[in-house]
Nanobody, 122 residues
Framework: QLQAFGGGLAQAGASLRLSCKFS????????ISWLRQAPGRDYEFVAT????????YYADSVKGRFTVSRDNDRNTVYLQMDNLRPEDTAVYYC?????????????????WGQGTQVTVSS
């Protein structure tokens, strides 16, 4: 149902844009979130884009650097990541839920996509 792509290797200060493609009906009824997992650590909530585009939510660690956007015609949500830092290195996942929770737990999302690796070098 969900597939994230666009990760790669970047230097500190650079930018990357991730995409999350939703395959299925009723894409517009879901809140789409980005989460990440660094090596040896638990999942971390990153950002959410609301269904109607009126609400976006960000973790403090990415606020001002990351921007989430949505294209309902393409069933795709994007995560623009600017001014990357080495601590942003993680596998990034997109997930879908009927409401916003800011949760880092997989069980709180109805759909969870495969991840894409982002590696930021100093």
């Amino acid at each position: 149902q969900l597939q994230a792509f666009g990760g790669g290797l970047a230097q500190a200060g650079a930018s990357l844009r991730l995409s999350c493609k939703f395959s299925g009906v009723y894409f517009f009824t879901y809140f789409i979130s980005w989460l990440r997992q660094a090596p040896g650590r638990d999942y971390e909530f990153v950002a959410t884009y609301g269904r109607l585009g009126t609400n976006t939510y960000y973790a403090d660690s990415v606020k001002g650097r990351f921007t989430v956007s949505r294209d309902n015609d393409r069933n795709t949500v994007y995560l623009q990541m600017d001014n990357l830092r080495p601590e942003d290195t993680a596998v990034y996942y997109c997930a879908a839920a009927r409401s916003y929770s800011g949760s880092h737990r997989r069980r709180d999302y109805k759909y969870w996509g495969q991840g894409t690796q982002v590696t930021v070098s100093s």
